[in-house]
């Protein structure tokens, strides 16, 4: 082996401690990047796959009614290359065992195969033909209550009970996420889709030689806006509720909100996480460099070129990056093994091929070569470049000079060995400026991870105790007039009664539009407010409609602008109202109107699709069984399981990142802490164990070189602080999504944490370093030049 | 007294079995090539390291048996060192690095009057790199002496400066020395400044080769080499 690259090992085996730090935290970046990385390359590529497989439609619409006759006009669309018609019913389902309310869609089985939304058995077998009374179930619901084919359930299908045997559990790229209507995460246990026989479920839904749904594939060059207004046009006169394409499909519009997710994790983490690295890289291949003047000047003075000790410094640094992307890239595989389990646990793809491929370990690879020499090239090559002469003069004593600090303020009185620590602090205002960075922004890092915890809990509580505080939810099977409220209130166990009108509508503004139900809420209701952004109620106007602020945004509309509504409830009705108001809500998208001005809207009289019911919670139990008498009643729910379903899932999904979040920003505060303390010891050892010689104790010496740490760490974590909120901020703005828009909450105990761990981390690396301080070598310095 | 230094499989055996006796107000100069064992014994007697064998006694403390502890507060208050490559504080002025001493002793002069002691008295606010090498030696002598050690010990004091610098140094550690009465021991391998103390030490190969006493101490001003 030359003689440089045993100079290499023993180098890096004497800074081992530093090596591992900064490798950690080099590691910590890649994982993050590998981790959001292959999970979303995993994820869409399965969801390519899918589509391809079991063929997801490109064009969408639902209708009341139509005869069979009209497919053959939907096919005749320009641009449509295939059509298939289906009949979707909702029920209400009872399984024994589970007291709580279930409701769900049949979706409806051609004789032969279905053109589109092929289904894949993941057990058992689908319907038999000509057996009415068989169904196949999806996978969530089955998992969540632990079904098995042959099962029987009964299900209400218009307003008549059927039994029904479970032949088999399927899977399709339709319910990827399957989500109730109305409701914002899935819950498996209280919502299914089934499949039955077309001829079964026509003549239990009244269907017979009908469809109430259209699916198409479209032509590669047809534009699907083209194709919407069509199908429309075609559909109006059969209560059409509205086409869209695959954006606007609930479950595809989920995942592809989901991935805007990951997209963004896979960049600004390690982003983050990167240029920490490349900065402690920098510090300690700087001090390196500077310990070894003396050594490069001999080695040159023997021949050695200033290429090659470069690359002896290069390859110093590659051993770390090395290290660094290896650790990183088997600790993101494993993570996005994970995530990639949690995602399956949410989102119902029917396999998942988690695989982290040669792009991703090639860029990985290429992340940490650039964070790695872009933080030492210039370094290196200027040291290597030195004359020999130069380099073997002992360095002149550094310049000081009295600090700012002192002249001004109280530490006109201090001691010196406090002069000392301001002296260095300012002396070198670029290193005391970026070691105060590299702390700020660990301390930053890890406020990101408690924030998310902060984010969800403050969403909880402005959704579902502020905003939605009702105990059961019902929803009608269509508009019921009032009257049938009180028959609600007349249950046991209910105290009050609230209605609600709510219709789905296109909103249009100029050429933006979007799907979305307008809720007709009371306007002096106690069980559905709107809030402000203090969470404080706020008074719905008494004419025009409310938008939550997101909405306004994507439809950039102000409050005060008049919009265009379409309504797509069978009447397709367009009319225009004006904005008269905006509020904030973290969840969903949704517009409001005082009920009474939504039923003159809809030219109505006083009806509702649904009311919100305040219950005894002992007898919430009793009245799901007393609700799922009652004809018109739809489907029930309760803000109990909304909130379970709420943490199962989404919360679910951002608290396992979160916590993989700290877990790597941990290790990066103590990697900079560590690499901070380390290169002050390293720096200041020989002026240390000169105070000793001259009677100092180790205690006073350790006061010197920890005080400069502790005024350097106390001034970064206030700035860490400030910094960690507004990358949350940051964070917040990227993660808005239709699903739900992030708060910018950051609690009292996510900046004491940050804060605490940072000084944990301060404390360990103390400990570590006082060790050292307790063993300096006091002859030795003596004998050594600087 | 012996030293003995553990190599793992070698042991260098750096003092073979030293007697010496250091007297108040004495200069005494230890003379030898490199490898002898002075600077060992030097450290030795300044409390910076530890003898393998026998005994060193400074007035009733046994600095062989002292702790870590004890070794400090003897350092603190009893020894000033001068090294060769001066050791000062770069970011302490010449009279914050003597101040850096007189802080933490027990009775000692003001910083300014141990400057004024070395010839430093105008530069006092001069940061170690504004000064020359033999000025910062003087501020390393009047940082050793501001605590009026009762030892001081120098070891190549003039190792890293030309002779007239060296000189310049050399009086004010003479100076000190007959002012404050301080037990001093200079090492030197430079022949010349022997000429300069009370009794000379010759060092060879870890033992006192020979002792020779000055019948009359010479001005450093009128040493050469």
């Known amino acids: 082996m030359r003689a440089l690259d045993i100079k290499l090992f023993r180098d890096l085996w004497r800074m081992r401690g530093q090596v591992i730090a900064i490798s950690l935290v080099l590691a910590a970046g890649i994982a993050t990047y590998v981790m959001a990385a292959s999970t979303l390359d995993s994820l869409q590529r399965t969801q390519t796959m899918l589509y391809a497989e079991y063929r997801f439609p490109e064009l969408f619409s639902g209708l009341k009614r139509a005869p069979a006759s009209v497919l053959a006009r939907v096919a005749a669309i320009p641009g449509v290359v295939e059509v298939e018609s289906r009949v979707i019913a909702q029920a209400s389902m009872y399984l024994d065992g589970f007291d709580q309310p279930v409701s769900g869609q049949i979706v409806s089985l051609p ?359 009702e105990d059961i939810s019902v929803t009608f099977f269509g508009p019921v007039s009032r009257r049938a409220l009180y028959s609600l209130t007349s249950l046991p166990g209910v105290s009050y009664a609230e209605p609600v009108r709510s219709v789905p509508a296109r909103l249009r503004y100029e050429h933006r539009t979007y799907r979305a139900a307008i809720q007709g809420i009371e306007p002096s209701g106690v069980l559905r407010r709107l809030l402000d952004t203090n969470l404080d109620p706020v008074e719905l106007p008494a004419e025009g409609i409310v938008l939550t602020d997101h909405l306004a945004t994507m439809l950039g509309v102000r409050s005060g602008d008049v919009m265009t509504v379409e309504l797509l409830d069978g009447s397709r009705e367009i009319r225009e109202i004006p904005v008269t108001g905006l509020v904030s809500e973290f969840i969903g998208v949704t517009a409001y109107m005082r009920r009474d001005s939504l039923n003159r809207f809809l030219r109505e009289g006083d009806s509702a699709t649904g009311a919100y019911l305040a219950a005894d919670p002992a007898s919430v139990d009793h009245l799901y069984t007393l609700l799922k008498k009652i004809p018109a009643v739809a489907g029930t729910g309760t803000r109990a399981r909304a909130l379970a379903s709420f943490y199962e899932t989404l919360a679910a999904q951002m608290l396992t990142f979160a916590f993989f979040n700290t877990l790597l920003a941990s290790t990066i505060a103590i990697g900079v802490v560590y690499n901070t303390v380390r290169v002050a010891l390293s720096e200041r050892s020989r002026e240390l164990a000169s105070l000793r010689v001259l009677g100092y104790t180790r205690g006073e010496v350790t006061y010197i070189l920890l005080g400069e740490l502790a005024v350097l760490i106390f001034a970064a974590i206030p700035i860490g602080l400030v910094f960690g909120r507004a990358l949350a901020g940051i964070m917040a703005s990227t993660a808005q999504t239709e699903l739900f828009r992030v708060p910018i909450i950051v609690e009292p105990p996510t900046y004491a944490f940050a804060a605490l761990a940072i000084v944990v981390a301060t404390l360990l690396s103390a400990l570590s370093v006082g060790r050292k301080i307790r063993h300096l070598d006091l002859v030795e310095v003596l004998k050594a030049r600087e | 007294m012996t030293k003995v230094y553990d190599m793992g499989e070698v042991s260098v055996h750096a003092l073979r079995g030293v007697d010496l006796e250091l007297f108040g107000g004495e200069m005494m100069v230890l003379l030898g090539p490199s490898g002898s064992g002075k600077s060992t014994l030097l450290n030795i007697l300044g409390g910076l390291d530890r003898a393998s064998g026998g005994t060193v006694l400074y007035r009733d403390l046994d600095i062989t048996a002292a702790g870590d502890k004890q070794l400090t507060q003897y350092r603190r208050s009893h020894v000033g060192f001068v090294f060769q490559f001066y050791n000062l504080i770069p970011s302490l002025t010449a009279l914050e690095n003597v101040a850096a001493v007189t802080e933490i002793a027990d009775k000692p002069m003001r910083p300014e009057e141990a400057l004024e002691l070395v010839g430093l008295g105008d530069r006092m606010h001069h940061f170690p790199s504004q000064l020359s090498g033999g000025q910062q030696q003087r501020i390393a002598i009047a940082r050793a002496i501001a605590k009026r050690p009762s030892v001081l010990l120098c070891d190549e004091p003039t190792g890293a400066l030309d002779s007239e610098t060296g000189i310049v140094v050399l009086e004010a550690i003479d100076r000190v020395n007959r002012e404050l009465g301080a037990a001093t021991a200079l090492i030197t391998h430079n022949a010349d400044i022997a000429g300069m103390a009370d009794r000379v030490v010759h060092m060879s190969n870890g033992h006192v080769s020979a002792v020779e006493i000055n019948k009359t101490r010479r001005n450093p001003r009128d040493l050469h080499w």
């Open chain 1, 111 to 469: 004789k032969l195969a279905p053109q589109f939304n092929q289904l894949r058995v993941r057990a058992g077998r689908l319907p038999g033909a000509g057996r009415d009374n068989e169904a196949a179930v999806s996978d969530g619901f089955a998992g969540a209550h632990k079904l098995q084919p042959g099962f029987a359930m009964e299900a209400t299908i218009n307003g008549r009970k059927r039994k029904l045997t479970v032949t088999g559990i399927v899977s399709t790229p339709e319910f990827i996420y399957q989500l109730a209507p109305g409701s914002i995460v899935p819950d498996f246990k209280s919502y299914c889709v089934l499949w039955m026989n077309r001829d079964a479920l026509e003549g239990a839904y009244n269907m017979t030689g009908a469809f109430n749904e259209v699916v198409a594939s479209l032509d590669r060059d047809a534009r699907v806006e083209d194709a919407v207004q069509q199908l429309d046009a075609i559909l109006k006169p059969y209560g059409g509720l509205g086409a869209y394409g695959r954006k606007d499909q609930v479950s595809h519009r989920y995942l592809s909100e989901e991935f805007k997710q990951l997209t963004m994790m896979s960049t600004m983490f390690p982003a983050i996480f990167l240029s920490v690295a490349a900065f402690l890289l920098n510090v300690v291949i700087g001090r390196l460099l500077a310990t070894q003047r003396g050594q490069i000047a001999i080695l040159k003075a023997f021949g050695y070129t200033t290429a090659s000790l470069a690359i002896h410094f290069v390859k110093l640094t590659m051993v770390i990056v090395v290290i660094g992307v290896a650790l990183g890239i088997a600790g993101g595989r494993w993570l996005g093994g994970g995530l990639s389990a949690l995602y399956m646990d949410v989102y119902k793809f029917p396999y998942l091929h988690y695989e982290v491929r040669a792009e991703i370990v090639l860029a990985s690879i290429a992340f940490g070569v650039i964070a790695g020499t872009t933080g030492t090239l210039f370094a290196v090559f200027r040291a290597a470049a030195e004359s020999p002469a130069v380099a073997m003069q002992p360095a002149p004593p550094a310049s000081y000079r009295v600090s700012l600090f002192e002249r001004f303020g109280p530490g006109r009185w201090l001691s010196q060995p406090t002069r000392m620590i301001f002296r260095n602090i300012e002396r070198r205002p670029v290193k005391s400026l970026l070691s105060i960075a590299g702390v700020a922004m660990s301390t930053s890092i890890l406020i990101l991870g408690g924030f998310w915890g902060d984010a969800v809990d403050y969403m909880v509580f402005a959704q579902l105790r502020r905003a939605q505080i």
